[in-house]
């Protein structure tokens, strides 16, 4: 039994009247969390899934400004967009800090194969670097023919002119979702995932709180609230829809696939960004956990929970890291493939979904209910700032801190976190290196607990040739809310996303650890090995 998990239900179920009931569990919703615990509220994070189970563990792991953006600002003078950068490098700096075990500083190569795109896209990015003025993480350089190669060796070199070297952050999105909630926790916030929020219900025409069912058992109960925020990332319009059946849509989404390559495809240092592919996209070439990550498509899609990639996206990502590269990169080198939905606060008039909003929007229904949507990982925080000022107005709410807290807050892990620390738990308990390093970037100042774990009988491999250990299953399931086969696979450890066939692999001997330390019974071990196979086979 999830000891964690139990102590929340029976604290949602004690007839408390919350300050706040906070619906989904992705970037959002975990931020908002954070946010308001930290002011002081009393707080519930509901989140139907696991944590982070959508959008927010699909992402391209990287934490920008969004040159891209910056573009748009510079063509159409666009001061929206000016700003959007502005804040977008400043959080940047802001996350960089707050979670430095599972965030780094990456150096990214735009390769330029026209003369006169040197001075444009180098221009370009120098604005970038001046925009984040204090929290400027590296300063972009041009790069001769030469060196663009010597950087990133697999580039195409026939009619490559030059190259331009920035700097942005990489991160690790399920886990730094998991370690907000984490975080709001240990602020007082109840946290609970495989929970969803069923129905709203009302006093004198507003809302007072929400009908909650347990995603597991299907146990309904009800929750009292003085105020409701709509987190739900893609799916917000199916709750504002609930509160209010004729509310008109307020969100488009675009599907973006991602596809995991052998480490040989890119630099263990260095990614590659390519800004404008043959209909106008941009694409990355990025190291992430020992593999080549590559994304990412951007095409309108249907809402759904689990999208699945179709093979016209893979083929795209495919036949352009062929024309980049001078590698031959087929459908057999694909080790994985996931996608993610991008929620986009809609215009209606638009028809391009590049075009349409990556700001977020508050909206507050006429029954009270607050819904943020839109926005991207990067602005996570101050999205959670926004919202909760709004609902301290909205709702009347006196907080013991009027105003946000998470500016200088440390996220679980990252507080005594150091950068040294692998050399430290080599020495301590023998791990290889690959295992420290990568136990020390995953759990930060918490690793020690994770290692202390494995020398009680779970320090094999889960699978060969990935340095995850038996002991992250038993970590999981007892202190970081893992209730599925799946949770673990896919966003407690990156196996999933990295390479499916070793996923497969190791999950019997997750099914083995969690059903030991859950006490599942034969039903709910059949129950996870069909989930977790059709997952891994169809859609994560």
Not at 80 to 106: I, M, P, T, W
Not at 186 to 204: E, F, P, R, T, W
Not at 209 to 220: H, I, M, R, W
Not at 457 to 463: E, K, P, S
Request: proline share 4%; net charge neutral; hydrophobic share 40%.
């Amino acid at each position: 039994m999830n000891m964690g998990r139990q102590k929340s239900l029976r604290q949602l179920k004690a007839g408390h009247t919350f300050d706040l009931i906070i619906i989904g569990g992705g970037a959002t919703g975990c931020g908002v969390a954070l946010d308001a615990a930290t002011r002081g509220l009393k707080v519930a994070l509901i989140e139907k899934n696991d944590f982070s189970e959508g959008t927010s563990s699909r992402s391209t792991k990287l934490i920008h400004g969004g040159v891209r953006y910056l573009e748009m600002a510079v063509k159409k003078l666009d001061r929206v967009q000016y700003n959007l950068v502005k804040d977008g490098l400043r959080e940047r700096g802001l996350l960089l800090k707050n979670a430095a075990h599972l965030s780094n500083r990456l150096a990214l190569v735009t390769p330029l194969y026209k003369w006169l795109d040197v001075p444009y896209v180098f221009a370009g990015l120098k604005l970038y670097d001046m925009l984040a003025g204090k929290q400027n993480i590296g300063h972009s350089r041009l790069l001769s023919r030469k060196e663009a190669l010597r950087r990133f060796p697999t580039l195409k070199a026939e009619g490559l002119k030059a190259g331009v070297l920035y700097y942005d952050g990489q991160f690790h999105d399920a886990r730094m979702a998991l370690s907000l909630a984490l975080t709001a926790e240990k602020h007082g916030a109840v946290i609970a995932n495989h929970v969803a929020v069923s129905g709203l219900y009302k006093k004198d025409g507003q809302i007072a709180g929400a009908e909650l069912t347990d995603s597991l058992t299907g146990e309904v109960w009800q929750l009292q609230a003085r105020g409701v925020i709509n987190a739900a990332g893609p799916f917000v319009d199916q709750i504002r829809q609930m509160d209010d059946p004729a509310a008109p849509g307020m969100l488009a989404a675009s599907t973006g696939i991602h596809i995991v390559l052998d480490k040989r495809f890119a630099p263990p240092d260095t990614g590659l960004m390519i800004p404008e592919t043959e209909d106008g996209r941009v694409l990355f070439v990025l190291p992430w956990e020992n593999h080549a990550l590559v994304g990412t498509t951007d095409e309108p899609a249907e809402i759904s929970e689990h999208p699945r990639p179709m093979e016209s996206e893979i083929d795209y990502l495919l036949r352009h890291v062929t024309r980049y590269f001078n590698l031959q990169v087929t459908r057999s080198d694909v080790k994985a493939v996931w996608s993610g939905l991008r929620p986009l606060v809609s215009d209606p008039g638009s028809a391009d979904t590049a075009q349409l909003a990556r700001d977020h929007v508050i909206e507050i229904s006429n029954s009270g209910l607050l819904t943020i949507a839109g926005g991207k990982w990067t602005t996570y925080r101050k999205m959670a700032l926004d919202a909760v000022d709004h609902a301290l107005r909205q709702f009347s709410l006196s907080a013991s801190e009027p105003t946000c807290q998470t500016a200088q807050l440390p996220i679980l892990g990252s507080a005594g976190y150091d950068a040294k620390g692998d050399l430290a738990l080599i020495r301590k308990f023998g791990f290889e290196e690959d295992v420290a390093a990568y136990l020390n970037r995953t759990y930060g100042d918490q690793a020690e607990q994770v290692a202390k774990l494995a020398e009680a009988g779970y320090r094999a491999r889960l699978v060969n040739n990935h340095p995850v250990l038996e002991a992250e299953v038993l970590y999981a399931a007892r202190y970081e809310f893992a209730e599925r086969v799946i949770d673990v696979l896919a966003r407690r450890t990156p196996l999933a996303l990295l390479d499916t066939a070793a996923a497969k692999l190791a999950a019997p001997r997750v099914l083995e650890i969690m059903t030991e330390e859950l006490g599942w019974n034969q039903q709910r071990r059949e129950e996870e090995t069909l989930l977790t196979n059709r997952r891994l086979s169809d859609a994560l």
